[in-house]
């Protein structure tokens, strides 16, 4: 069946520019986050959604960071104002959001780079 | 809080010799463990969790870990490498209140031939 996917899978922008990425998770996975990860840094979280929860925001770096999901599927993560610090992939996972032994399923992946 | 570490940056091992790459975590209650491995310019795919029963598990691509809850461990091993392992591999724990897992900062997996 379809896995996570993710577009664009590269993004180039100029500093102060705004991005959109999108996420569409696997069909009937309730929850859904994004993940930035750095050169040697690992994963860092970014945002949760489940359900029709209310996502829990606690690791989006700033307030230039959003990201909302329609209708409990597509997601988007917005950044504004983009920084050469933004530069990173963004994963995006999906999971079936029944508790702490879900397994992730991963996107690809979108590159950014901010010049 | 939990936390999760892999203390290796990066573990070298030659084709066909067993390989072990090491995960210790923190939490305050019961943890939930996972291995994921990523490929070049790919996102991470599952390779095994531990939940409850059985310490040692089995998983995808023959991997196995074992957890041990009083050295607070769960390192994945394969009793032999293939070059086609070369990959970055991050542990993940999640316990208590929490739905989202913590990662540590992977390991760079290198098989030679």
């Known amino acids: 069946g379809a896995g996570v996917s993710q577009s664009p899978s590269n993004k180039v922008t100029e500093k102060g520019k705004d991005v959109e990425l999108r996420c569409d998770p696997i069909?009937?996975?309730?929850?859904l986050y994004w993940y930035r990860q750095s050169l040697g840094q690992g994963l860092e979280f970014l945002i949760y959604?489940?359900?029709?929860?209310?996502?829990?925001k606690s690791g989006l770096p700033s307030d230039r960071f959003s990201a909302e999901r329609t209708g409990g599927s597509v997601s988007t993560l917005t950044i504004q104002r983009t920084q050469q610090e933004d530069s990173a992939v963004y994963l995006c996972?999906?999971?079936?959001?029944?508790?702490?032994?879900?397994?992730?399923?991963f996107g690809p992946g979108t590159r950014l780079t901010v010049l | 809080a939990q936390s999760v570490a892999q203390p290796e940056d990066q573990v070298n091992v030659a084709e066909g010799n067993p390989l072990t790459v090491k995960c210790t975590y923190s939490?305050?209650?019961?943890?939930?463990l996972f291995w994921y491995v990523q490929y070049p310019n790919r996102g991470l795919q599952f390779l095994l969790k531990?939940?409850?029963?059985?310490?040692l598990v089995k998983g995808s691509y023959g991997f196995e870990a074992e957890f041990n809850k009083s050295q607070t461990s769960f390192h994945l091993k394969k009793p032999s490498a293939l070059v086609s392992d070369s990959a970055l591999y991050f542990c993940?724990?999640?316990?208590?209140?929490?739905?989202?897992?913590?990662f540590g900062r992977g390991t760079s997996l290198i098989v030679h031939p």
């Open positions: 996972a999906s999971s079936l959001g029944r508790g702490l032994a879900d397994t992730q399923y």
């Open positions: 069909s009937g996975h309730t929850a």
């Open positions: 959604f489940q359900g029709n929860s209310a996502p829990d």
């Open positions: 939490v305050s209650g019961n943890p939930y």
């Open positions: 531990y939940i409850t029963g059985d310490n």
């Open positions: 993940a724990v999640a316990s208590g209140g929490s739905y989202i897992p913590t």
